[in-house]
C-alpha cells in the first residue's frame, strides 16, 4: 500500500507561486512514477507533469510549461510541483498519483494509488 498525501495548495493572486508537496508513506516511491493531476468541478482530471522514478525526466503539459516544474526526492520520498505565473484558470484541486509499474504517462488510468488533493485557487 502506498498513501500519498497533498500539500501546499492555498490562495494566491494571478502571477503569484506555489510548491505543492506530495509525501508518500507505505512504501519508498524511488521505484515509482509519479504523476499530477488537476480538476475543476463538472471536468475530468487533467495530466498536469509526471517524473520518472529517477527524476531524471520529466514531462509537463502544454498549459503548464515554461510555468510549471516537477521534482521528486527519493531521500525524502515526497514529489513536488513548482507552479509560478499562475493563472486564474490553473484553478483547481491538485492530486498526486503515483505509477508503480510504468515511467510515467498523461493517462490518469495508468496511475494506482492517488492522494486526496489539496485546492488551488488563483485569484484575477
Known amino acids: 500500500q502506498v498513501q500519498l498525501v497533498e500539500s501546499g495548495g492555498g490562495l494566491v493572486q494571478a502571477g503569484g507561486s506555489l510548491r505543492l508537496s506530495c509525501a508518500a508513506s507505505?512504501?519508498?516511491?524511488?521505484?515509482?512514477?509519479m504523476g499530477w493531476f488537476r480538476q475543476t468541478p463538472g471536468k475530468e482530471r487533467e495530466f498536469v507533469a509526471h517524473v520518472t522514478w529517477s527524476g531524471g525526466s520529466t514531462y509537463l503539459a502544454n498549459s503548464v510549461k515554461g510555468r510549471f516544474t516537477v521534482s521528486r526526492d527519493t531521500g525524502k520520498n515526497t514529489v513536488y510541483l513548482q507552479m509560478n505565473s499562475l493563472k486564474p484558470e490553473d484553478t483547481a484541486v491538485y492530486y498526486c498519483?503515483?505509477?508503480?509499474?510504468?515511467?510515467?504517462?498523461?493517462?490518469?488510468?495508468?496511475?494506482?494509488?492517488w492522494g486526496q488533493g489539496t485546492q488551488v485557487t488563483v485569484s484575477s
Open positions: 498519483a503515483a505509477d508503480l509499474y510504468g515511467s510515467g504517462t498523461a493517462n490518469a488510468d495508468a496511475y494506482d494509488y
Open positions: 507505505g512504501r519508498t516511491l524511488s521505484r515509482y512514477a
